[in-house]
């Protein structure tokens, strides 16, 4: 079978299909390539967009040398002789250029960094196209000087040239590629296939190099790379099938940012119905121990925490803290209330000191935490918000929120809302307590 499929690509038939074959191939992946460049030049992240803007333009360059070599090899049809003259070493040619466009566009150390990768490819397709006129001159010489009528090009010293630096630039492609997945920077089927194709190219050209060498037999027509053109067949639908991967991959990644996004505003719509039915029972009641009981509750369910309490200062100016409610539905009955020093309990100073709320959203066993989380009935400590109930620019209390049964660390919309609950409980022990002067007021003047 593969005797037969070098035979075809060595017949003047056979390089038709060839030729045809790799163009159609080449303009698949530039429709996939601007595809995916449209789709993600307003709406996607920068490296997306940079990938394929610089896949789509680095295929339609090399459809563009494709072209060029079709109407080269047009022009010289009506000449046998001109052909053999302008053709071989511009095939050469061009494909070192291409190759140059490939490694732009698939490995990533040369497509994230565009002045490297823009000085490199203008040195690259200069030194070729200035190597073609020189080389074609040349060749052009032994042609007239050669007693055949169509001499090889394979057998001339110009192909080792070709070859070598051909070998040279799938070589570095490979190790480039090769590194980035090593350290997990490219690790995808995308990067896979990249690198798969690119030993597909050098095999072709290493093969091809064993025919020039002698190790293996010489090709049924003169000037035809047959070998490489078989790495070209395997390798470049590889790259446009590397190119649908990416495009797949970036699919996915874009659905799961949306159902991130839609995830968020289901929490986002959650919090907005728990704190309208947490401020309605909060401002419920006017006895302040009602007050104070509804709020944990409402605090502790809106959050789905599992405990949560109100402690505050006994006196604006005292160094003592109640527990005045708490919240635990896994602990049987209502729980004391219990006084401790502030002293004892750096967090909770250093959030009525500064009027600031304090987040701890991982499991920190240090002896405050646990005489806190004890005193709210868990035996576990775990994230914690403590909020300031804030009046007349000084803080009088604070809320507490935590999850020391489950472990689960609070979100930022959780700790907004916590934020806003507190600010409604402020409220409404400030509401509970001038409806208790009033009474009591009341009560003396009756």
């Known amino acids: 079978m593969l005797s037969g499929a070098l035979g075809l690509l060595s017949t003047q038939s056979g390089s038709l299909i060839y030729h045809l074959i790799i163009l159609l191939v080449i303009e698949a992946g530039l429709a996939i390539a601007w595809g995916q460049w449209r789709r993600s030049r307003d709406a996607w992240p920068t490296g997306v967009t940079v990938q394929a803007r610089t896949q789509f333009l680095a295929l339609a360059g090399v459809v563009g040398l494709r072209v060029l070599l079709v109407i080269a090899a047009l022009i010289a049809r009506g000449s046998p002789r001109m052909a053999v003259i302008w053709i071989p070493p511009m095939e050469r040619a061009l494909d070192v250029i291409s190759l140059g466009l490939l490694a732009w566009a698939f490995v990533p150390l040369l497509r994230d960094r565009t002045a490297l990768s823009i000085s490199l490819l203008t040195i690259n397709t200069l ?36 070859v070598i630096w051909q070998i040279a630039i799938v ?29 597909a190219l050098f095999l072709g050209y290493l093969l091809h190099l064993f025919v020039l060498i002698g190790i293996l037999p ?20 590889m790259f446009v099938f590397s190119i649908y991967q990416g495009t797949i991959a970036s699919l996915s990644s874009k659905s799961e940012e949306l159902e ?21 029972k909060i401002g419920h009641s006017l006895e302040l121990q009602d007050v104070l009981e509804g709020s944990t509750q409402s605090l502790g369910q809106a959050l789905n ?12 100016q005292s160094g003592q803290m109640r527990l005045v409610s708490i919240y635990n539905p896994t602990r049987q009955g209502r729980g004391e209330a219990v006084s401790f020093p502030v002293n004892e309990q750096q967090a909770i100073k250093h959030v009525l000191n500064r009027a600031r709320e ?26 914690l918000i403590i909020q300031p109930l804030v009046h007349d620019d000084s803080a009088f209390g604070v809320l507490l929120v935590g999850n020391g049964t489950s472990g689960r660390p609070f979100t930022a919309s959780e ?9 409604q409980v402020t409220a409404a022990i400030e509401n509970a307590r001038e409806y208790q002067s009033l009474e009591t007021k009341a009560q003396q003047l009756a």
């Open 127 to 162: 030194a070729a196209g200035v190597l073609y006129l020189i080389l074609t001159v040349a060749w052009g010489n032994q042609v007239a000087q050669s007693d055949a009528f169509f001499p090889d090009y394979n057998s001339s010293g110009q192909e080792w040239l070709w």
């Open 171 to 199: 070589t570095a492609a490979i190790v480039a590629l090769a590194e980035d997945l090593s350290a997990d920077a490219f690790r995808s089927e995308e990067g896979t296939l990249s690198l798969v194709a690119f030993g």
């Open 218 to 237: 010489p090709y049924q027509l003169p000037n035809i790379a047959t070998w490489t053109r078989l790495g070209r067949l395997i390798a470049y639908p």
């Open 260 to 280: 991130d996004r839609s995830q968020t505003s289901m929490e986002q719509i959650k919090g907005l119905v728990n704190l309208f039915e947490a401020s309605r």
């Open 305 to 316: 925490a599992d405990q949560s309490a109100i402690a505050l200062l006994e006196g604006r």
């Open 358 to 383: 304090v987040q701890i959203n991982k499991r920190e066993d240090n002896p405050e935490l646990r005489i806190l989380f004890s005193l709210m009935g868990s035996a576990q400590t775990g994230p």
């Open 415 to 423: 700790n907004q809302l916590s934020r806003t609950l507190a600010e």
